[in-house]
């Protein structure tokens, strides 16, 4: 099949074009949100290829996964006038979990006949409102890094990009009595200055904007992932981390609950609790390596590509006929 797709979710795309398939992705000459092209950081097959909005125009396309709203106008007038879900079959995948009026939050492609709407977790799917629109579930799917865990560094990761900007959301506000309990490492974009705006030292409350190449292989140094986000659909990186082996310590909250077994970790709804257990996994390396070692048998079991890339074949099949 011939899918078209903007590069909108590095992480969730690696995965995906790793099908059988080729892969449309529109580029624009400033590489701006709606052109990014192929990615810098990701590794990505030769299947993937880089289109200009007019060679669209009357390029064969079986299938489009819209992303955004307004990628539906987008497509339709970069297509040619082919409106997706009418003239070219479509779906629309929703990587996020519902922000507003929760949990009475109207999805913007609720109602209608014309495409899948497509969650990525099942609590994204309870909690987003799609009224009429015929809606599934395909949850993510990873690359498998490979058992990388180390543990030899006596600290935390977390990875989260923007934190000060996204506050309470991915739990910023938390880091604080964390790190106090247990130095972190803080991995992703635009964590430069963290610790001083949480007023925190230094040395308990480190950042690093990494490449995406050193990015696993740094934080499996890390004795334990902690993951205080309070809601989000399901961070890609948490799966990530169970992947290469990582104990877990994350809040109870959205798809978390069911994605991280007991035994790979401790969840809770209290920050106390968290606390603790970060502070337990890094002074008991035998413990942190049995949770670290059920952690990537829960993950290759939930998350492995190869289902990923089936459940996707399996759907796009049934909207193409």
Known sequence: MNILLWHVHGSWTTAFVQGTHSYLVPVLPDRGPDGL???RTFPWPESVREVPPE???DAPVDLVVLQRPHELDLAERWLGGRRPGRDVPAVYLEHNAPHGDVPDTRHPFADRDDLTLVHVTHFNRLFWDAGR????????????????????????????????????????????GLSGAAPLDVFGMRTEGLAEALGVPWARCRSYDLPQAKLHQEIARRRVYVHPVRWTSLGLSLVEAMHLGMPVVALA???????????AGVLSTRPEVLQRAAARFLGDMDAAAEAGRAARHAALERYGLKRFLDDWDLLMEEVIR
Not at 147 to 174: K, Q
Not at 253 to 263: L, M, Q, R, S
């Open 37 to 39: 092209g192929r990615a």
């Open 55 to 57: 060679e669209l125009r």
């Open 133 to 176: 629109t015929r809606t599934t579930v395909i949850e993510h799917g990873v690359v498998d890094p490979g058992h990388r865990w180390t543990g030899e560094l006596e600290r935390c990761a977390v990875v989260v990009n923007e934190p000060l900007r996204r506050g309470r959301t991915t739990g910023t506000d938390l880091l604080p």
């Open 253 to 263: 909250t959205t798809e978390a609950v069911d994605a991280v077994p007991p035994e």
